[in-house]
């Protein structure tokens, strides 16, 4: 979920995935036959001519920022109301929220609130800002419905697996990992909603919101975008999207899903989506291969080690909140358990792609899924 995995909304460039168009209206056919045979009535007196604001067609506009360690996308259509300028300070808007969720929620900085609880697990319990309060809430539940698949507590194994800018292609051994696993595990989590602080209960025990925050922060970027006026746009950070509106023709943004063993770049299906959410899991992004076995960074939090059981996972859900949270679970659970879970949450749905190379697809998404070709099989 930390990189950008839905690359048909990854830029502009990709315009013809896109379906970028201006705001034409239909042309006449030219076998259209009249409207009547009847005569037509002599012309009515003109008015008098008065002068016209000059039609000003809806534009695309694009930006590309960074944050949470992620690249940000933004697009919108422009409107007779919001011109390039609005368009383009609404987009400095939300990069701006996303930076503030960024500044509560990281644990790459030390006066993060993350930071602050878990550097008293075992301790005290810390008092966090409602919002942080929250997400980290929201993570529980997803924990319990996920049977734990879905844990801010794989924190604890930092330093054991390195996929991030200390990429290290040497997995740790048994022991290493059974000496930490013990720190896994919501359980260790503990909320009071009536001060909103955090209590962990183990010494060693941390938490990272790396699986759910990005899409919180996309959830409030699009909230922005709303407030500004626009009405036809999408923000994404890394594998976190959002959509909201249809473009001027009519038609609905569309994003394809990563081939998760294509050349990067590629995508090997179409889903296309307005007012929902997307978010993707896959094991190509942040990963090693080492005698002839792939390691990534989707950590089983049960186990301690990669998740085998898919290749990638796009969910599809109301909120990039809800879509970020999931991924990872459905990812872990694997497609038979993972699909079961998507059917549960209103408004959900999932395309897999399964350690075999099998393409697997929810209810709610059969006949929308534009299959171009089979997924790539490889290692």
Request: negative net charge; charged residues 20%; contains cysteine.
């Amino acid at each position: 979920m930390s990189s950008p995995r839905l690359v048909a909304l990854e830029a502009l460039a990709t315009a013809a995935v896109l379906g970028v168009v201006g705001c034409r209206g239909p042309e006449p056919r030219p076998d259209a036959p009249p409207s009547s045979s009847a005569p037509s009535p002599p012309p009515a007196p003109s008015a008098p001519s008065t002068p016209s604001e000059p039609f000003v067609p809806a534009r695309v506009i694009d930006d590309s920022k960074h944050a949470m360690g992620t690249h940000l996308s933004f697009a919108a259509y422009t409107t007779p109301q919001i011109g390039e300028a609005a368009v383009h300070a609404a987009f400095d808007a939300a990069a701006d929220e996303i930076r503030r969720i960024e500044s509560l929620m990281t644990t790459w900085r030390p006066d993060s609130e993350l930071s602050r609880v878990n550097g008293q697990s075992g301790r005290e319990k810390v008092v966090v800002s409602p919002e942080t309060f929250d997400v980290i809430d929201a993570s529980l539940h997803t924990s319990e419905i996920s049977q734990g698949t879905f844990d801010i507590t794989f924190e604890s194994l930092h330093g054991l697996w390195k996929f991030d800018q200390d990429l290290d292609p040497h997995p740790p051994t048994a022991a290493e990992v059974k000496a930490k696993l013990h720190l896994v595990g919501y359980h260790h989590v503990h909320l009071d909603p009536a001060d909103h602080s955090v209590f962990l209960d183990q010494a060693g025990t941390k938490i990272s919101l790396g699986g759910i925050a990005k899409g919180y922060a996309v959830d409030r970027a699009a909230a922005v975008l709303e407030r500004a006026g626009l009405v036809s746009y999408f923000a994404q950070a890394g594998g976190d999207l959002f959509t909201h509106g249809r473009k001027p023709d009519g038609t609905e943004w569309a994003a394809g899903v990563r081939d998760p063993r294509g050349p990067e770049g590629s995508y090997f299906a179409l889903l296309h989506v307005s007012d929902h959410a997307f978010s993707t899991a896959g094991d190509y992004e942040r990963s090693y291969i080492v005698n002839g076995k792939r390691y990534h960074h989707i950590i089983d939090p049960r186990t301690g080690y990669p998740a085998t059981a898919s290749r990638s996972v796009t969910i599809w859900a109301p909120t990039a909140l809800v879509a970020d949270e999931i991924d990872d679970a459905v990812f872990i659970l694997g497609p038979e358990k993972g699909l079961a879970l998507v059917e549960s949450l209103d408004g959900v749905g999932a395309v897999i792609v399964d350690t075999h190379n099998k393409v697997w697809v929810s209810k709610r998404l059969e006949g929308s899924l534009e299959v171009l070709h089979a997924p790539t099989d490889a290692l």
